[in-house]
């Protein structure tokens, strides 16, 4: 792991996993996935391209009736428990005395982005979200408060995890596209994003 970077109130831990970390990690959310398998969620515009389930009290969902969190996958199962390993990384970083109660599971194949939006759906937004990279490169852009102005990008590695809290908790981001193919992490290429909230 190196000394974290701030950028634009975000704060970017390099490789804050470790391979046998980041290989431990996979291999948990195999078994969360395995029950509560990956969709794709749909906007008003059209189906997503980031594929997505979740670990928690809550999922995120979207679909034609808009963007909201919900307590059953959409299946009609309960969202699998947080895995340990996730909460220690959350008690690591976050600085915040409450668990999260949704972990997001972005799962990005070759061409997936995900547009510049911010994470305003929660009722509680004093504790950061946490967000962790595995598997290929992503190009994640860190926007503002308010929608427009300058933004800055960064390569987020497999291991890495990105902190939002602050004046970041409410900034604009997204990630413009993955690098397919960069890692070794995901025998069959591609990312999976994990996103950390206190709904
Ligand atoms: C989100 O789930 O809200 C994200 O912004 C994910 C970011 C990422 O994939 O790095």
């Given at each position: 792991?190196?000394?974290?970077?701030?950028?634009?109130?975000?704060?970017?831990?390099?490789?804050?996993?470790?391979?046998?970390?980041?290989?431990?990690?996979?291999?948990?959310?195999?078994?969360?996935?395995?029950?509560?398998?990956?969709?794709?969620?749909?906007?008003?515009?059209?189906?997503?391209?980031?594929?997505?389930?979740?670990?928690?009290?809550?999922?995120?969902?979207?679909?034609?009736?808009g963007y909201r969190y919900e307590r059953r996958h959409p299946d009609g199962i309960d969202w699998p428990p947080i895995p340990e390993e996730v909460l220690a990384i959350w008690?690591?970083?976050?600085?915040?005395?409450?668990?999260?109660?949704?972990?997001?599971?972005?799962?990005?194949?070759?061409?997936?982005?995900?547009?510049?939006?911010?994470?305003?759906?929660?009722?509680?937004?004093?504790?950061?979200?946490?967000?962790?990279?595995?598997?290929?490169?992503?190009?994640?852009?860190?926007?503002?408060?308010?929608?427009?102005?300058?933004?800055?990008?960064?390569?987020?590695?497999?291991?890495?995890?990105?902190?939002?809290?602050?004046?970041?908790?409410?900034?604009?981001?997204?990630?413009?596209?993955?690098?397919?193919?960069?890692?070794?992490?995901?025998?069959?290429g591609g990312r999976i994003n994990l996103t950390l909230r206190v709904v």
């Open positions: 792991m190196t000394d974290a970077i701030t950028q634009k109130g975000f704060v970017i831990h390099p490789g804050f996993l470790d391979r046998p970390a980041q290989e431990a990690l996979v291999a948990r959310l195999r078994e969360v996935l395995a029950v509560a398998p990956l969709f794709t969620p749909r906007t008003r515009r059209g189906p997503m391209s980031v594929r997505m389930s979740a670990a928690g009290t809550f999922g995120w969902y979207s679909d034609s009736r008690r690591g970083v976050s600085g915040c005395a409450r668990l999260p109660e949704c972990c997001l599971i972005n799962w990005y194949g070759e061409g997936a982005r995900m547009g510049l939006h911010r994470d305003e759906d929660e009722a509680d937004f004093s504790c950061p979200v946490v967000s962790v990279s595995l598997g290929d490169d992503g190009l994640f852009r860190m926007g503002n408060v308010d929608r427009g102005g300058r933004t800055s990008s960064i390569w987020l590695k497999s291991g890495d995890v990105v902190v939002m809290g602050g004046d970041a908790r409410l900034a604009f981001h997204g990630v413009d596209r993955i690098r397919f193919g960069s890692s070794t992490l995901l025998p069959k």
